[in-house]
């Protein structure tokens, strides 16, 4: 695919969605930290409402250090691998108090260093919580870069390291965001809603449907 192409194509996604956003809810950088944690292998919708609940009771690193493992299991029971998500939430809000005065880190290697915390959810808290022009990539990016040939690879490393290559300066704080939510809503897994979509006619998948 080439650069005219590319950029063309979020210039669309940008048209359609000038001020895209995460789906999770979150009123700070700790919560969106534990939100994108427990999003883990369970939909946005299901982390909602379970963290809806355990913000009110919680929503700092003493408050759910103060519930203890059990106590947050109550409240994420209904989200998938809950028990080790809570025994990961309680062990990073003990790192957050004694290593960064209970605030979210700022850099990618304290980040990952949080346990329950990986590069994508890093790449996630980097762009929305500080505005670093960083691309998580979850298996709806890497579907769309590999679908639409805008930065194909063997593995999210790989799509990752060719979107940050491909994607022009001017998407890259949003590119994140629009692939997400072309992945969830237009370019889903089993068939692609190709007859809504934006970029259809500058996507290079060779079986496009009719839907």
């Not at 292998?41 to 493992?69: C, E, H, W």
Request: charged share 30%; with cysteine.
């Amino acid at each position: 695919m080439n650069p005219q192409k590319r950029r063309e194509i979020f210039e669309r996604l940008r048209a359609e969605n000038p001020n895209p956003t995460t789906e999770l809810n979150f009123e700070n950088p700790f919560e969106l930290l534990v939100a994108v944690a427990l999003s883990a292998q369970a939909t946005d919708v299901s982390v909602n409402k379970a963290t809806a609940k355990l913000f009110k009771k919680a929503n700092s690193p003493a408050a759910i250090l103060k519930l203890g493992v059990d106590g947050v299991k109550e409240y994420i029971k209904t989200i998938g691998l809950y028990n080790n998500k809570a025994k990961n939430l309680v062990a990073m809000c003990d790192i957050l108090l004694e290593k960064h005065n209970g605030e979210v880190p700022r850099e990618r290697e304290a980040l990952e260093a949080l346990p329950g915390v990986g590069r994508k959810t890093a790449n996630v808290i980097l762009n929305t919580a500080f505005g670093e022009p960083t691309i998580a990539v979850d298996t709806h990016i890497f579907r769309v870069s590999n679908r639409t040939g805008l930065a194909p690879g063997k593995n999210v490393d790989e799509v990752e390291k060719r979107l940050l290559k491909f994607v022009h300066d001017d998407f890259k704080q949003d590119a994140h965001h629009w692939l997400i939510l072309h992945g969830r809503y237009v370019c889903v897994a089993r068939k692609p809603r190709c007859g809504a979509c934006v970029i259809e006619d500058l996507c290079e998948f060779n079986k496009k449907t009719s839907d």
